[in-house]
């Protein structure tokens, strides 16, 4: 069976070379499966295709003649081993399961069962055979399968599909239908469905982050699995009547733009990863108790960015750089019942540099911008922290003053740890702009069992203000050692590297080890680093949380 999640490219087999790894092993599991299987010839819905749209970002370029092999081979193992038991389940009526039982399946100990379409199958035996890794079939355990071919579409092939069904034990109820727990007085009603893949972080905001093992799994992020910071809920605006009202100077005229409007200045792209504040706040947590959503290492992710520069409307609407300190205020059109919009600023000295490519943006990944992230209009602020990428974006102006949002003002700085709740003075703080130096390993992870020989560890890298990374150390004694990670991802350009670094690291297992404590730390072209613990930089909110990353496994007798 394919890789149900997701199929990618091993750092030292091919696809083919996976496969054939692994042949025997699938065949001796065939021959000892449980009379539940069932082929393709069996199979009571010969469309086995995914109900939801296709979405264009596949991630994934590998052969799939290996898999092509496996499926000859599994469909002769399963004529040869299960021919009388299909001609008598020909002739049964299919068992029907509802959605909450097929929840109830999402372990190796209850059986792990996934959906597609109306069938549901029991993958629990070939969980530990999948490719990408058992954690990537487990994403779907006791869910449905759609929402990840839809991500990695090398699944729609029909020996994918011949596959799948020799593992189907059953059919979903027709009746059974996910009740809703939303009430029509919710304001969050009307928020966009949301990729299962994600961990979610809180509801009522939705805020999610992808898990690590597919946060690098693509240089950049595919949009449904792009971490999303709400504060509020998502607005439903219609593209036709959108307007944005960019206030003009005095003396000047006050713009009032559509998205055709915004169509007509020069497109400007670029690609710019995103960071959160408070990403990996769980481990200043782990320290000390902060407040704010327990983010791991996701909040974080990478995009290719389009729309008109924020310079050349401002200068239309008869901007331009003064003496005195200003400020560009942003609002969005996202509110709570009282009205209270998403508001933040940026100086007016960075909104007006054409170098620093401040974008109004309405594309991601060639594509109009998703409700969760902005439609159809945000700003994309690059090397500066998340919280400043205003979206829904319905108004802008220039202020002698930074904005006076709650989440300007009264939010998003960093402090002391001397400072608690109690002593926090907000306004002798200056808000985040540029984020500091930060890296993070995405695989393996923490308390997983690898392989003697040699381990392979992944992660990002990345530093705000358009800083470069220029090397990541990654140690697996929890800092004596060094090893010197490999650099992946686009060239950087000196002071716009506004995109991560992916990084990965091949090495020896040191003989007789039983643990391994991976570290990684990241140093920039300004030789700014990682700090090695939490307790100096740890601060009441939990942002700007930058230790050394450590992740701990078990090395394999």
Known sequence: ???????????????????????????????????????????????????????????????????????????????????????????????????????????????????????????????????????????????????????????????????????????????????????????????????????????????????????????????????????????????????????????????????????????????????????????????????????????????????????????????????TEAHVCFEGLDSDPTGTAYGASIPLARAMDPEAEVLLAYEMNGQPLPRDHGFPVRVVVPGVVGARHVKWLGKVSVEPEESYSHWQRRDYKGFSPSVDWDTVDFDSAPSIQELPVQSAITEPKDGETVQSGEVTIKGYAWSGGGRAVVRVDVSLDGGLTWHVAELDGEEQRPRKAWAWRLWQLQAPVPAGRKELNIVCKAVDDSYNVQPDTVAPIWNLRGVLSNAWHHVHVHVAP
């Not at 599991?29 to 819905?45: E, H, M, N, V």
């Not at 001609?87 to 069962?113: D, F, G, K, M, N």
């Open 1 to 323: 069976m394919a890789n149900l999640v997701n199929l990618r490219p091993s750092l030292s087999l091919s696809y083919d070379q996976e496969c054939a790894a692994k042949r025997t092993s699938l065949s001796s599991r065939l021959k000892s499966a449980p009379s539940r299987l069932y082929i393709r010839a069996c199979s009571t819905d010969d469309s086995l295709q995914p109900q939801c749209p296709s979405l264009a970002f596949s991630g994934d370029n590998s052969s799939t003649g290996g898999w092509k092999v496996m499926g000859t081979l599994l469909g002769l193992g399963a004529v040869l081993a299960y021919h009388d038991h299909r001609c008598r389940a020909t002739q049964e009526s299919p068992h029907i399961y509802t959605r909450e039982e097929v929840r109830s399946h999402s372990s190796p100990e209850t059986r792990i069962w996934v959906t597609l379409g109306c069938e549901v199958f029991d993958v629990t035996e070939f969980v530990d055979l999948h490719p990408g890794g058992p954690s990537k079939l487990m994403l779907a355990a006791g869910g449905p399968l759609e929402p990840f071919w839809a991500l990695y579409a090398v699944h729609n092939q029909p020996h994918v599909r011949e596959m799948l069904a020799q593992y189907k034990i059953g059919e979903l109820s027709p009746e059974d239908k996910a009740p809703s727990t939303l009430k029509t007085s919710d304001p969050y009603i009307d928020d966009p469905v949301r990729h299962p893949a994600l961990k979610v972080n809180s509801q009522r905001p939705f805020n999610a982050e992808p898990p690590p093992e597919l946060l690098t799994e693509n240089y950049i992020t595919p949009n449904p699995i792009f971490f999303t910071r709400n504060h509020l809920p998502v607005p439903n605006l219609d593209p036709e009547t959108y307007r944005l009202h960019v206030v003009g100077p005095p003396g000047g005229q006050s713009l009032c733009l559509s998205l055709d409007d915004l169509y007509k200045f020069p497109k400007h792209e670029i690609t710019v990863t995103l960071q959160c504040a408070g990403n990996r706040r769980s481990e200043m947590t782990q320290f000390k108790e902060v407040r704010g959503l327990e983010w791991n290492i996701g909040a974080i992710s990478t995009a290719r960015w389009a729309g008109a520069r924020l310079c050349d409307v401002l200068a239309k609407a008869g901007h331009q750089l003064c003496e």
